[in-house]
């Protein structure tokens, strides 16, 4: 079992910047490729980006590519999301996610959800 609990959210005027944390405990946090998720209202939950086991790879969705970033920190059982130049159609309440394999986007192959901070970017 790995619980995950995200924060960071909040309200920002677009253009701005925010930095997502999402925390793990219990089952080794290195055993896991950590993903983010975004859900807006009325929409489907859509992915973000990923990064492997140790960050050295990472993957993003189209329309986030030069804005966010992906990272984590094992040795503080973290993951971060660094968003920057944020627009108001990223407005949503965002998830972290693991998973145990690599190179996927579904969010059904994660098994372990956090409970979602909310972000909302006015314009």
């Known amino acids: 079992q790995v619980q995950l609990v995200e924060s960071g959210g909040g309200l920002v005027q677009a253009g701005g910047s925010l930095r997502l944390s999402c925390a793990a405990s219990g089952r080794s946090f290195r055993s896991y490729v950590m993903g983010w998720f975004r859900q807006a209202p009325g929409k489907e939950r859509e992915f973000v980006a990923v990064?492997?086991?140790?960050?050295?790879?990472?993957s993003y969705t189209d329309s986030v590519k030069g804005r966010f970033t992906i990272s984590r920190d094992n040795a503080k059982n973290t993951v971060y999301l660094h968003m920057n130049s944020l627009k108001p159609e990223d407005t949503a309440i965002y998830y972290c996610?693991?998973?145990?394999?690599?190179?996927?986007?579904?969010?059904?192959?994660?098994?372990?959800w956090g409970q979602g901070t909310q972000v909302t970017v006015s314009s």
């Open positions: 996610a693991a998973a145990v394999i690599w190179g996927t986007r579904e969010s059904q192959r994660y098994d372990y």
């Open positions: 990064i492997d086991w140790v960050g050295s790879s990472t």
